[in-house]
């Protein structure tokens, strides 16, 4: 992790903004290459990731790596994954907007570092947070959108692919070769099929 990006985890893993501060094990700040193209946003930790202090580690995270590696080619140390908010809600209940806006500075922080050129969010609360809308993650998928200079491509979260079987998983594996595309037009090495790796 480049000093900055490490400097800013390391203050996150105190943080007493909110309330979720109270119920956690870890801080789940982010993993995996912090000078990457791409850069996954999800909602928040749950049990799992919240015990290790890693993102997406559970059940979803799996699947994120399987559709990662079949659609993009890629495994999660090329890319850097990050949430809304860094400390697991109790319950997994949905994070509380005064705790999506006190956590919010992490996560534009990660954005400034990072500076990817393709951000992919995972689910409603990402979606809507980064592209300042109300609208629900069925209407704001399936396209892509201008993003800080680059990309966004919404998607649904992998939780929500492991409930629902079919469809959600067609569309995220469309929205995945999407953001691929949107790689590929980037000039990113992240596109190059010849570069992958198992
Ligand atoms: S969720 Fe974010 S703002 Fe709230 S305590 Fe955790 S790191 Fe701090």
């Not at 999800?42 to 590696?69: C, I, N, T």
């Not at 995972?122 to 990309?151: C, H, M, N, W």
């Amino acid at each position: 992790m480049p000093a900055p990006l490490a400097v800013v985890a390391e203050e996150a893993a105190g943080c007493t903004r909110c309330a979720l501060a109270a119920g956690r094990t870890n801080v789940v700040f982010g993993m995996g290459d912090p000078t990457s193209d791409l850069l996954f946003v999800g909602e928040g930790p749950g049990a799992e990731e919240d015990k290790q202090g890693l993102p997406f580690v559970g059940r979803s995270g799996k699947l994120l790596d399987q559709l990662m590696w079949e659609e993009m080619g890629l495994t999660r140390e090329r890319v850097y994954i990050a949430n809304v908010v860094k400390c697991r809600p109790p319950n997994n209940r949905d994070p509380q907007p005064e705790e999506i806006a006190s956590c919010r500075p992490y996560l534009e922080t990660q954005l400034e570092l990072i500076a990817p050129a393709v951000v992919v969010t995972l689910g409603k609360f990402a979606g809507q947070l980064l592209l300042d809308s109300k609208e629900g993650i069925t209407r704001l998928r399936g396209r892509s959108y201008p993003f800080a200079g680059g990309v966004l491509v919404p998607t649904v979260h992998p939780a929500y692919v492991l409930r629902g079987g079919g469809e959600p998983m067609a569309q995220m594996r469309a929205d995945l070769v999407r953001a691929k595309q949107a790689l590929a037009a980037a000039g990113s090495p992240l596109a190059d099929p010849s570069v992958a790796q198992p």
